[in-house]
């Protein structure tokens, strides 16, 4: 079984450069977009509102009140302040995605197949039924 250590996780970069492959959009702008995305989420975060994201899951932020801790090093009680942490619940539909690849290996993107997450795609289905 893989540790979490052992565990490769996608980059910002990454991301960028797939959404600008995907949507044949200049570097810059598959940046912009991925900024102006990344730095809605953490304003609203910031204001103590929620992101619901329907098929993938939710942040919200949850809060700590203070309270008297204990330096595991010298046994020192130490102030811990009060805190807001943002805190993300995984969506049923992500959950199950997951799970059912779970113990094989994610295909990786071949050069010449066509990407299933391009929309321009015939066979795209962004799996979301709602009408929203």
Do not use: C
Request: proline share 6%; aromatic share 6%; glycine share 8%.
């Amino acid at each position: 079984m893989t540790s979490y250590a052992e565990l490769r996780a996608v980059t910002k970069s990454e991301l960028i450069e797939k959404l600008s492959d995907t949507l044949k959009l200049p570097a810059g702008k598959a940046e912009a977009i991925v900024n102006t995305v990344f730095d809605s989420m953490v304003k609203a975060l910031e204001r103590g509102e929620g992101i619901e994201i329907r098929g993938f899951g939710s942040f919200t932020v949850r809060k700590y009140r203070a309270y008297e801790g204990r330096n595991p090093r010298t046994g020192e009680t130490v102030h811990v302040a009060e805190k807001r942490l943002p805190f993300f619940k995984v969506g049923k539909d992500l959950r199950d995605r997951v799970n059912a690849g779970l113990g094989t290996p994610l295909p990786e993107d071949k050069p010449g197949e066509p990407d299933d997450t391009d929309p321009n795609d015939d066979d795209f289905d962004d799996d979301d039924d709602s009408t929203e």
